[in-house]
């Protein structure tokens, strides 16, 4: 007898169709966009980025070693800003792998982000000179704080318009509500066409 294969077919993961209706994802429809600029520039140059960039001028404090040990220390202007690394202005440069302490504040913020980072590209032209960092390990979770430079407003606009959701007025004390809120976000990123960290339409 001849063998005939089965073909399993596996449901298909990922965003819903075209035609899926949620309430929730209707709930960010107006979250503000973040207050600066993006900066798509460097999208051609490297790998493909999780996180978006911000055209943000930040003090970066940068050096190599601790205490007695250190052999390196510079402070450096960045040209765009993100949560997996930054562009930092500067026209002399370190070899690419080289490890570095950073160290910088956000407006706003009371503790700085501190993190490790390496140097993962440079660019010397006549319109920028400087080099790429990505951040390889946050301290104290200051990447939080980093975090909520680009989803503060849209979490702010989320959560208070969810709040008042009948949904919610139904959930009994503090933790249910801010797990259920949580589980809301994690369907709205998946439900609505815009990214959530550019706020506002796609694509920003």
């Known amino acids: 007898m001849a063998r005939r294969d089965v073909v399993t077919t596996q449901p298909a993961f990922g965003r819903p169709s075209a035609d899926f209706q949620s309430r929730t994802g209707a709930l960010a429809a107006r979250a503000p966009r973040p207050a600066f600029a993006f900066d798509d520039r460097d999208e051609e140059a490297n790998e493909h980025r999780r996180f978006p960039r911000a055209r943000l001028d930040v003090r970066v404090e940068a050096w190599i070693g601790e205490g007695e040990g250190q052999r390196f220390s510079a402070g450096f202007d960045s040209d765009n800003l993100s949560v997996s690394g930054a562009f930092l202005a500067s026209t002399f440069f370190l070899p690419i792998g080289t490890e570095l302490q950073v160290r910088f504040f956000l407006e706003g913020?009371?503790?700085p982000v501190r993190a490790r980072a390496l140097i993962v590209r440079e660019e010397r032209?006549?319109?920028?000179?400087?080099?790429?960092?990505?951040?390889e390990e946050f301290y104290g979770q200051s990447e939080v704080t980093l975090a909520r430079l680009f989803l503060a407003d849209q979490l702010r606009a989320f959560a208070s318009e969810y709040l008042r959701s009948e949904r919610a007025a139904t959930l009994e004390g503090e933790l249910e509500r801010v797990v259920d809120a949580l589980a809301a976000w994690e369907l709205l990123k998946v439900t609505s066409p815009s990214d959530p960290w550019r706020g506002g339409g796609e694509g920003g």
Not at 125 to 135: A, P, Y
């Open 125 to 135: 032209s006549d319109t920028r000179s400087g080099f790429g960092i990505r951040f």
């Open 109 to 111: 913020a009371k503790e």
